[in-house]
């Protein structure tokens, strides 16, 4: 079968992705309840009892909301590195000894035939990450919960053959918004979330090595975006620097907050 993945729910009212390879299957957080990412996954008919592993990104609510109770139920090792550890312990209760397992910030990991690579990137967590994931010469990377994308984030993001990319608001419908300003800043800022048109910056610069062929854009606000918004912006950004694409060359996908993906099978 090959790499393939399901992003079960993106956005901020919870984040949850699997992915799998001939050998391995890997949850990436759980930032739903453990019963709703169970009725996702069976959407998508894995169990958790088909997990090797979880990987966690940060310790935000929106990533960790059922991890303890779905760790828990399936005796699931869980990969994060130490800040984040401290950062989530009190909120995902009592873990085994057995089931913490320390993956630290750019480290690699080899999980039967699934290659995992961990990466820095720049958001208000303790040490949040994204996750490159490799086999059979295929590449998905995640990459979500960024302020901007630094240039050492964008060369891990290169030679993707599938991409989730955060497309997080639109400037103007957030700032005309009915959150506080405080929280705006935040979010605007470079410890805060990646913007339509950021995103669409990312993508012109990813782009002209020609290995991308599908990005989700993904964590969407519910507030402040809409995925035909997000969708035009970024075409829009890469349309105005000549980038031009047919669907069979390059496409735009959509994740969802409320169901599964498809599963991707990633290959070029």
């Given amino acids: 079968m090959g790499l393939r993945f399901t992003v079960l729910s993106s956005g901020s009212t919870g984040n949850a992705t699997v992915v799998s390879s001939d050998a391995a299957t890997v949850l990436v957080d759980v930032g739903l309840s453990a019963k709703r990412i169970e009725e996702l996954m069976r959407e998508r008919e894995v169990s958790g009892s088909d997990l090797d592993a979880i990987l966690v990104t940060?310790?935000?609510s929106d990533h960790i909301k059922g991890l303890g109770a779905f760790a828990r139920k399936f005796k699931l090792p869980i990969y994060a590195n130490e800040k984040t550890w401290?950062?989530?312990?009190?909120?995902?209760?009592?873990?085994?000894e057995s089931q913490r397992r320390i993956l630290p910030t750019d480290s690699v990991m080899e999980l039967f035939d699934l290659r995992i690579e961990s990466y820095g990137i720049s958001h208000?967590?303790?040490?949040?990450?994204?996750y490159c994931f490799q086999s059979g010469g295929r590449k998905l990377t995640l990459a979500t919960d960024l302020g901007y994308v630094s240039d050492?984030?964008?060369n891990q993001l290169r030679n993707s053959d599938v991409l989730v990319l955060e497309s997080n608001h639109d400037v103007n419908m957030l700032r005309m918004g009915r959150y506080p300003w405080n929280i705006k800043r935040r979010i605007l800022g470079d410890s805060g979330h990646l913007?339509?048109?950021?995103?669409?910056?990312?993508?012109?610069?990813l782009l002209s090595d020609g290995a991308t062929r599908r990005v989700y854009l993904a964590h969407l606000s519910q507030e402040h975006n809409l995925m035909d918004l997000a969708?035009?912006?970024?075409t829009n950004v890469l349309e105005d620097s000549g980038i031009f694409y047919h669907e069979n060359e390059f496409s735009l996908c959509e994740t969802y907050y409320d169901k599964p993906t498809p599963w991707d099978l990633v290959k070029s």
């Fill in 86 to 96: 401290v950062a989530m312990q009190k909120h995902v209760g009592e873990i085994e």
């Fill in 152 to 154: 050492r984030v964008m």
């Fill in 231 to 234: 969708k035009m912006t970024v």
């Fill in 124 to 130: 208000d967590a303790a040490e949040p990450v994204g």
């Fill in 195 to 205: 913007s339509n048109e950021a995103a669409g910056e990312a993508l012109r610069a």
């Fill in 58 to 60: 940060h310790e935000h």
